[in-house]
């Protein structure tokens, strides 16, 4: 099945530095790549997706980017701010049968000010 | 804007207790999923839902598992006789089409003890 790794598991910034947080993934059907973000007490929220037929996808200050040939995909967050300290996971899907998700472990991220 | 509800946050239960974890999905979503995560470790797959029958389940998800959509709304997760290895966080999850956002709930923290 799908196996997914993400690097690093920690990340400390400056405020105002850009953050960046890999993941690769190893089955090559996966189509969907989302990025969640997990606040203290909180579920996963969505901050951003791409899909294989698509390279790069930015909104504001954050962007992804797809390497389907390495099977790596990429979260880049510029500008950081204090409330982008969280917990940020990716996930990869695969269009057959339930379609779940497979999640990586983590990263946590700190924004120092 | 729409959102996954979970119930309880926080339950505590003895060791071999049957307990029940509702979730009260995005009302015109299609999917349900059911995710564990204990502390520290990643987000993990359990059970998906659709059309009223289990689509797929983990390997965790064994006999003393159980999900159930009783009235079009509600979609719990039962689990017969707890162990210590239970302890985590559960999340359920919606979402309307294949491909498309997973909305998370907000968890249950279930202990063990």
């Known amino acids: 099945g799908e196996n997914v790794e993400q690097h690093p598991s920690t990340l400390s910034v400056q405020e105002g530095d850009s953050a960046v947080i890999k993941c690769t993934y190893s089955?090559?059907?996966?189509?969907?790549f989302p990025w969640y973000k997990q606040e203290l007490g909180k579920g996963p929220q969505l901050i951003i997706d791409?899909?294989?037929?698509?390279g790069e996808k930015k909104d504001q200050r954050i962007a992804v980017t797809l390497n389907k040939t390495a099977k790596h995909f990429s979260l880049h967050i510029t500008e950081t701010q204090p409330e982008d300290s969280a917990v940020y996971f990716c996930?990869?899907?695969?269009?057959?049968?339930?379609?779940?998700?497979?999640f990586g472990q983590g990263t946590r991220l700190t924004i120092n000010p | 804007e729409p959102e996954v509800t979970q119930t309880p946050s926080h339950q505590v239960t003895q060791m071999g207790q049957e307990v029940i974890l509702r979730c009260v999905p995005i009302s015109n979503h299609l999917y349900f999923y059911w995710y564990r995560q204990i502390l520290g470790q990643k987000v993990e797959f359990l059970v998906s839902f659709y059309n009223n029958e289990i689509s797929e389940k983990s390997e965790i998800f064994d006999d003393q598992f159980s999900v159930e959509r009783p009235d079009g709304s509600n979609f719990t997760l039962k689990i017969r006789s707890t162990k210590l290895e239970d302890s985590a966080m559960y999340f359920c999850?919606?979402?309307?089409?294949?491909?498309?956002?997973?909305?998370f709930g907000q968890g249950t923290r279930l202990t063990v003890v």
């Open positions: 089955d090559s059907a996966s189509n969907y």
């Open positions: 999850a919606s979402f309307a089409f294949e491909n498309t956002e997973a909305f």
């Open positions: 996930a990869a899907s695969i269009p057959q049968g339930a379609q779940k998700l497979v």
């Open positions: 791409i899909r294989s037929n698509v």
